[in-house]
């Protein structure tokens, strides 16, 4: 999917839930986020209509209680929220992000390792897939 909408942070956190298990009804999407939230029932179900308007969450409603489900991956909304991320704040140089994590993040010797090989593997694909 290419054309994603842009996805609040609040958004982001009902998105997970319907990730982690799906179709649930609000109330369970509600029971879902009410330990890590402080948003009213009201808050959700308006973050429930924006998904939905958004294309990004359907609607069974061939139940007594509509149903609702992801229309989109997490992995597709990853790959779009990083692109944004990159674009918005290194100016689209995916160089500078990795320069700068590499530089300012603790990474573990196993982190380390696996970038390696991940870099390696991409040297070997030519660099440019």
Known sequence: ?????????????VM?????KSPLTST??????????????????TLISRLVKKEVVGVNKDFPVN??????????CRKVETKS???KVY???????????IKYEKLT?????????ILDEK????GDK
Not at 67 to 76: A, D, G, I, R, W
Not at 123 to 126: E, T
């Open 67 to 76: 149903k609702y489900f992801p229309l989109v991956t997490e992995e597709e």
């Open 123 to 126: 040297s070997k694909q030519g």
């Open 28 to 45: 369970e999407i509600i029971n879902s986020l009410k330990d890590s939230t402080n948003w009213s029932p009201k808050t959700i179900h």
């Open 91 to 101: 100016d689209g140089s995916l160089h500078l992000l990795i320069k700068n994590f």
């Open 16 to 20: 997970k839930v319907l990730w982690e």
């Open 109 to 117: 010797s196993e982190e380390i390792n696996e970038l390696r090989r």
């Open 1 to 13: 999917m290419v054309n994603l909408p842009n996805i609040s942070d609040a958004e982001w956190k």
């Open 85 to 87: 991320f990159i674009q």
